[in-house]
Every structure is written in structure tokens, then in C-alpha cells.
């Protein structure tokens, strides 16, 4: 099973969904796809249209990961599932701006650190083979839901 295959488990054809790796960025809705322009850490995509983002190998992307989220954050519906996947034996240093740093328990609680700034949940955690972690995040609905879970 890969990313691809489980971000699509729930996804309907009417479902609007971004696959963003470290060398493209596409939008797929049923069976059509179309590239996506990435400018200055900005996709060319309205503000919560988006039902599904999955970032693809993120240990691999240039950006930082608090830019990369903001922009999830702006692009994505309320209630949107993210799914951010990672091989836990490559070095992260780009996301987070360490010199040095593969993924551990730290690492991961600075990612939901991350999210949590960003009003997105960690939901559920995979496994894949090949060492690869799958998170998947959903985007609080409103300020209630984020109040009720933090209480």
C-alpha cells in the first residue's frame, strides 16, 4: 500500500484533492489531473476549496514545513484530511531548520506541535512498508471543536 492508495480510500469522485511532492504539485478530481503553479511557497488554488491534501515524502521537500502547512491550512475545507508521509530513517533537517535530525519521538512531537498551530488534528498514524509514516490529519471545523478538544 502506498500514500496514494490510502489517501484515496475515502476520496469520492466529486472530491477536490492536491498531491504535493518536492518536485510537483497536481489537483485531481475523479480521474482528471492538472498541474498546479507553486510560487513563493503559494499554490494557485482558492482559499478552502481543497477536501484532501497529500504531501508526498516530505523529508525531501526545500520548504519548511510551517510554510507548507499555513498553505494546507489556507487551501483546505473545514473538516479536509491531510496526509503527510515520511521515511522514518531520512534526516528532516530541511522542515524543521536542525542541522541534524531523523525522525524520533521528538521530531514527531514537534510535527503535532505544527499542526496543532495550524487548527489541524492528527487523526490516525501508519506504517507502511519500507519504513514510510503516514499521518493523517483532518482540519478542525471551527474555534468550538478546537476549544472542546483542548478542554
Not at 525531501?60 to 475545507?77: A, P, Y
Not at 492528527?122 to 483542548?150: A, F, H, P, R
Amino acid at each position: 500500500m502506498t500514500i496514494n492508495d490510502l489517501s484515496k480510500t475515502y476520496e469520492s469522485p466529486i472530491d477536490l484533492a492536491v498531491e504535493w511532492t518536492h518536485d510537483y504539485v497536481i489537483m485531481r478530481q475523479g480521474e482528471s489531473t492538472e498541474p498546479i503553479i507553486l510560487n513563493d511557497h503559494k499554490l494557485a488554488i482558492e482559499e478552502s476549496s481543497v477536501d484532501k491534501v497529500v504531501l508526498v515524502d516530505i523529508h525531501k521537500f526545500n520548504l519548511h514545513l510551517t510554510l507548507v502547512l499555513e498553505e494546507v491550512n489556507r487551501i483546505m475545507k473545514p473538516n479536509g484530511r491531510l496526509y503527510i508521509s515520511f521515511d522514518e530513517n531520512r534526516p528532516m533537517k530541511r522542515l524543521f531548520g536542525f542541522s541534524k535530525l531523523k525522525v524520533h519521538a521528538r521530531s514527531l512531537d514537534h510535527i503535532i506541535d505544527m499542526l496543532n498551530k495550524q487548527n489541524l488534528l492528527l487523526e490516525k498514524n501508519y506504517i507502511l512498508g519500507d519504513q514510510q509514516i503516514v499521518l493523517e490529519v483532518v482540519k478542525l471545523e471551527s474555534d468550538v471543536l478546537k476549544k472542546k478538544i483542548v478542554i
